[in-house]
Structures are given as structure tokens and as C-alpha cells.
């Protein structure tokens, strides 16, 4: 029961913080992943899930982490032609936001993983 409290004072907090800014990619993003985690009975909703990932990286497109995130939704979901399309713009476009170097190697040897992982287009 506290989780669900949890939950619901997070989800309040992100859709305030949309509210605000529309545009913020960490709060499209945090709201992306919590409807995408969530069980229905919780909030969940895969389909919002989606926009609001593809929300954030259109927002912010060099926002390597909500990129990731929707990569591995879409391969969650077997779409692996979007997913190849996200992966691919990790490996090749470089970040322009305060990324460290390390942490942008590592989004992008990730990202060659998983794109090795995908099963070849026909």
C-alpha cells in the first residue's frame, strides 16, 4: 500500500512538472518509464509509455538515456525496425549535452550490443 502511495505522489509530481514545462525531457522520460513499468492496476500504459518516450527524444534528441529507454521498449514490444533507427542514432550522433565522455562510450557500446542482438531485416 505504501508503494502505491509512493507511486501516485511520483505521478503527481511529474505531471505537475509537465505542467510547468511541457517540454522537459527528464519528466516526458520519467513519465515514459513509470507508465511503462507500472502494472495497469497501478497506472500503467504501455501505449502512453511510448509517446511520451518518443515525446522526450524529440524534445531533447541527443538525450542518450530516454533514447536508450525507448530502444528497449520497442524491442520489448519486437519492433525492431524503430529500434534499430534509435540505436543507430546513439552509435553515430554524438551528444552535444554535458555527457561525459565515458558515459557516452558506454550508451554507445551498449547500443552496438543491442543492435548485434536484433534479429536482420528481411
Known amino acids: 500500500m ?12 511529474v505531471r505537475r512538472a509537465l505542467e510547468l514545462n511541457p517540454h522537459h525531457a527528464p519528466a516526458l522520460h520519467m513519465m515514459g518509464m513509470m507508465l511503462e513499468e507500472l502494472p495497469w492496476f ?30 528497449k521498449t520497442y524491442i520489448k514490444r519486437q519492433n525492431h525496425r524503430a529500434a534499430r533507427k534509435e540505436l543507430r542514432h546513439i552509435i553515430d550522433e554524438p551528444s552535444r549535452s554535458p555527457v561525459s565522455e565515458s558515459k557516452q ?5 551498449e547500443a552496438q550490443i543491442l543492435l548485434d542482438g ?5
Request: hydrophobic share 35%; no cysteine.
Open 118 to 122: 536484433l534479429p536482420s531485416l528481411h
Open 105 to 109: 562510450h558506454h550508451y554507445q557500446q
Open 42 to 71: 497501478l497506472g500503467g500504459d504501455p501505449d502512453m509509455a511510448i509517446t511520451y518516450l518518443i515525446q522526450a527524444t524529440e524534445v531533447q534528441p541527443d538525450y542518450m538515456r530516454a533514447r536508450r529507454d525507448l530502444t
Open 2 to 13: 505504501a508503494s502505491a502511495l509512493t507511486v501516485n505522489t511520483l505521478k503527481t509530481h
